[in-house]
């Protein structure tokens, strides 16, 4: 799991705003904590990013080898 980000919202109108300003998140969970509404969304860039240097290592390696792998 990357970074979790926990958004606190009072109307449904401000949900659907943290919803769509977060689409590049994913939503995870929403909770309801002490009479306030949260939207709790995972941070997955960090791990993307990761992702995307392995995908790097493997085109590297791949090339280096003559485009055995």
Known sequence: ???????????????????QDHADKKLVEEQNLFERNFLVFDDQAQENYIKSLED???????EASGGIL
């Not at 980000?5 to 449904?12: A, D, Q, S």
């Not at 790097?56 to 791949?62: E, S, T, Y």
């Open 56 to 62: 790097q290592i493997l085109l590297m390696a791949d």
């Open 1 to 19: 799991m990357g970074n979790i980000i926990r958004l606190p919202y009072v109307t449904e109108a401000d949900r659907e705003q943290l919803i």
